[in-house]
């Protein structure tokens, strides 16, 4: 009975914070179907803004920009991170503590003040284009992923991987069939903040960005002004409902797997 | 612990990562540090440092340290009986229930916080249904609340996935065996799950304090420009005035602030580290 | 971890067949040579850029910025080799000064006498002998209201000071527009360089500050229309596209004056090609060009040709058309003297900051 309670407690809370999280991608979702321009009036409803959304060149070429960086840098921060946060958890205790004050400081940094250095040094040996966001992008991707995997790291069982190279199996071996594993939740963790903050990233993309270069979050932001445009809305909702439905496939179709090998047990 | 250390060499593992930091953030840096030192003449000078001891200055460093503190203890506050919550789902729903977390943040961030700012506002959405419901309407816009909301907002999936991704890690046993002993509900918390989860909190604690320090977007738009965040006196200072040598020295001297709150937050980390072992 | 895995690795794959796919494509014309173009975010409609390629095979690399100051930092960095690019008045004059725009020969372009000669002495305020600048869109700031929660008929700056809207206003969040409006309402020039004359305006601002609901930039005509507001200080085009969706509201440039706005194209001291960004200033200047733009952007264009072409209503439209009326008593901003700036920029804090 009280256990029922409790359930019914932490499900009723989940819902309340489920309800603060999608407030505003509601209200993001309505708008892609309002037909006047303006986000403040509701004209009415229309699917125009999808039919429009397709054959505009320019957001379709933002989309593929801001996807491919958020991939590459999230993929290479989480190499660079996990491989640094692993190295710099057996340093000694003084360059342990040095190393993490530099991983803090692209986050300590406003993000005018790390775009307009970045741009600043990139200027010396790199045109500013596609390879000089995803530098910058990388380096305010790194600390995201150091952070989420230190504390999976402290609590690290090593004697599964010392038991492992004591029956044998190589240190590259034991490393990504022992080691590795005990990480997944703060690698992939890391790996989605990463991808996160690339995707919303304007300020950082804008000052190291190359003429015809433009991510959703710039061409978003250059709308502002004249109101932003009702086609941004309907990419963002298709944006969500395609990841929400493969959750859902994904979510759904090996749960039944599952439950079997429960039941077997 | 130690030796876990002694037995593995494997420091050299990070020797990409600190190529990187010397190359992307220790040089920038020294780009960054130079105008902080020089006035806009060139000449050498402190007084850009110094800059954030003027009052108006200093009122705004008060007030982000305020907005972030909030923030921050909002969302630990939110995190903890989040995690403890979806801790009760079996484990496939978990995953799921972490993505759940994320997507909202898939969606663009000025998207977002433009939306919050027509479901606070004083026609806005949260009133109509306030009205709806023969409740007074609130006056949120544009005021510290709505900078909190939007920050909390933005930032809380950071504060729980680490704490997610510490408690997580804990065995069923260890709880089961306190059950046994007879520990409550409370106990349990405090003395297993609260310490086991540290490591992730501190991680927690340096991602949503540390950018809630220095942004500058959502209390343009949430706080209507009335208030002003140390963040957005050095956007200003940037952008709108065009005096880097000050943007700079503000920046340098926010983050020697900062980073000596993280010192002390190291400080207890290191002392974590042990207990987070047992 | 398993059901996780799957998740990562099926949302990774898609997303990356997503961002492949999308990827463009290229037209037939033969390139003859490109420009990179510095312009204002949303302020050129792209199928110009199409038609430009089209007709003389110049292939414009564009890049866009948000604000002046972005521009100037950005093309200060010397990173990207701009030929052409768009700014305002005050920009301009700073650019001009630092001799960073090289002179044209406006005489040469067939279409350059499609701009009307007002236009081109509003330029002279930051281009005395219009030898840098061609104008591009122009404006002025005024008051947008909603009528029915505004009683009596706005004509003065005052309405924004005396109290009686207290807690309905939306002023600028940027300091020269809105010390601007203070500087004017108390009789004064904006561009003045009298400190007494600033403090003045600062005490007005502050004492007004208690009746602002808020200082937004880009959301301001919004609020007016959404009904969160009364009264906002706006560009004009702004309060064009307000009218559109509220039929409620009214604009008006106070009778004590403003300030009139004017965004130009000037060529770089590094541009290569001469030839060819004078081909694309022509080419903005050309009539159905500037006809395109215009019903694009919807900001007041200095073209007499497409204004002579619009509807007898539009032209009517104060906020399309600015009236000589209502531009009798403006001016255009330019630079002030640096230690008066400076001033400026510690108020604007010490204002914010109360």
Not at chain 1, 31 to 55: H, I, K
């Amino acid at each position: 009975m009280v256990e029922r309670i409790k359930d019914w407690i932490s499900r009723f809370y989940l819902g309340l914070i489920i309800l603060f999280l999608y407030a505003p991608i509601a209200v993001l979702i309505v708008l892609s179907f309002n037909s006047s321009r303006s986000r403040v009036v509701w004209g009415g409803f229309t699917l125009n803004w999808y039919s429009r959304l397709f054959s505009n060149r320019q957001i379709g070429e933002a989309l593929s920009t801001t996807l491919i960086v958020a991939l590459l840098s999230a993929l290479i921060a989480t190499v660079i991170g996990v491989l640094g946060a692993l190295g710099i958890h057996a340093m000694r205790e003084k360059n342990y503590q040095l190393v993490m004050v530099f991983t803090n400081i692209p986050m300590v940094n406003a993000d005018i003040v790390t775009g307009i250095a970045l741009m600043l040094w990139f200027v010396h040996f790199i045109p500013l284009g596609f390879g000089s966001v995803l530098l910058a992008h990388i380096t305010f991707n790194i600390p995201y992923v150091i952070l989420s995997v230190m504390p999976k790291i402290r609590q690290m069982n090593v004697s599964l991987y010392e038991a492992a190279r004591d029956l044998g199996a190589g240190p590259v071996y034991g490393f990504f069939k022992v080691l590795l594993p005990q990480l997944a939740g703060g690698i992939v963790s890391g790996f989605f903040m990463a991808f996160t903050m690339s995707m919303d990233d304007f300020v950082i993309t804008y000052f190291t960005k190359g003429p015809g270069v433009n991510t959703l979050s710039t061409m978003i932001y250059g709308e502002i002004r004249k109101g932003i445009k009702p086609e941004m809305y309907a990419l963002s909702t298709l944006i969500f409902a395609f990841v929400f439905v493969i959750l859902l496939a994904a979510n759904y179709l090996p749960q039944r797997k599952k439950k079997t090998v429960k039941e077997r047990r | 612990m130690n030796k876990l250390k002694s037995i593995n060499k494997r420091s050299w593992l990070s020797s990409p990562y600190i190529v990187w930091i010397i190359g992307f953030t220790v040089i920038p840096m020294i780009v960054i540090f130079r105008y902080a030192l020089t006035n806009p003449d060139g000449g050498f000078t402190f007084s850009q440092i110094t800059a954030i001891l003027d009052p108006v200055h200093l009122r705004a460093l008060v007030f982000s340290l305020e907005i972030a503190v909030g923030s921050t203890l909002v969302c630990i506050l939110l995190s903890y009986p989040l995690v403890l919550a979806m801790r009760r789902l079996n484990l496939g729903k978990q995953g799921f229930a972490l993505f759940i977390l994320i997507l909202p943040m898939w969606m663009n961030f000025i998207l977002r916080v433009l939306a919050w700012q027509m479901i606070l506002s004083k026609n806005g959405i949260l009133n109509f249904v306030l009205k709806g419901l023969g409740l007074e309407p609130l006056a949120i816009a544009n005021t510290g609340t709505a900078i909190m909301i939007g920050m909390v907002y933005d930032y809380l999936p950071y504060m729980v996935l680490p704490i997610f991704n510490a408690v997580a890690e804990i065995d069923e046993d260890i709880i089961e065996a306190a059950k046994d002993l007879g520990a409550g509900g409370l106990t349990i918390f405090r003395k297993i799950i609260l310490p086991l989860s540290i490591p992730g909190l501190l991680s927690g604690i340096v991602m949503v304090f540390v950018p809630s320090m220095t942004s500058f977007v959502v209390s343009d738009i949430l706080g209507g420009g009335k208030l002003q965040l140390v963040g957005n006196i050095i956007e200003q200072e940037f952008t709108k005035n065009m005096n880097w040598n000050l943007g700079s020295g503000l920046s340098v001297s926010l983050m020697i602030f900062v980073l000596i709150s993280m010192a002390f937050t190291m400080k207890h980390d290191v002392e974590g580290k042990g207990s987070a072992i047992w | 971890m398993i059901m996780k895995k799957r998740v990562v690795g099926v949302v990774l794959l898609l997303a990356l067949c997503m961002g492949i796919c999308t990827t463009g494509c290229s037209g037939a014309q033969e390139k003859k040579g490109s420009l990179t173009v510095f312009n204002y975010g949303e302020y050129l409609d792209p199928a110009v850029l199409d038609m430009f390629f089209e007709e003389t095979g110049i292939e414009v690399k564009y890049e866009e910025a948000l604000t002046p100051e972005e521009m100037y930092t950005k093309y200060k960095a010397g990173a990207i080799e701009y030929d052409l690019l768009c700014s305002t008045d005050y920009m301009l004059e700073k650019l001009i000064k630092e001799g960073e725009l090289q002179e044209i020969d406006i005489d040469s372009m067939e279409n350059a006498e499609n701009i009307g000669d007002k236009y081109w002495e509003f330029s002279e305020a930051f281009d005395p002998d219009n030898q840098y600048t061609v104008p591009y869109f122009w404006g002025t700031v005024g008051i947008l209201y909603d009528k029915t929660k505004v009683n009596d008929p706005v004509d003065s700056w005052g309405v924004l000071f005396d109290g009686s809207y207290s807690g309905e206003i939306i002023m600028q969040n940027s300091m020269r527009d809105t010390l601007s409006v203070a500087l004017k309402a108390l009789g004064f020039s904006l561009n003045t360089n009298d400190e007494n004359e600033i403090r003045q305006a600062y005490e007005l601002l502050e004492k007004q500050k208690a009746d602002v609901q808020a200082y937004l930039v880009d959301e301001a005509r919004d609020e007016v229309v959404a009904g969160n507001a009364a009264l906002a200080l706006v560009y004009s085009g702004e309060a064009y596209l307000g009218k559109e969706y509220n039929p409620d509201l009214e604009y008006v440039v106070p009778k004590e004056g403003s300030q009139v706005w004017l965004d130009s194209w000037g060529v770089t001291k590094n541009c290569k090609n001469l030839e060819m960004a004078m081909q694309f200033l022509d080419f903005l200047c050309r009539e159905d060009i500037a006809q395109m733009n215009f019903e694009y952007i919807y900001y007041s264009t200095p073209n007499d040709a497409v204004i002579e072409a619009l509807s007898e209503e539009e032209r009517a439209d104060e906020t399309l058309v600015p009236t000589e009326n209502a531009t009798e008593n403006c001016e255009v901003c330019v630079q002030q003297e640096p230690e008066v700036v400076e001033l400026e920029n510690e108020l604007w804090k010490e204002l914010k900051a109360e």
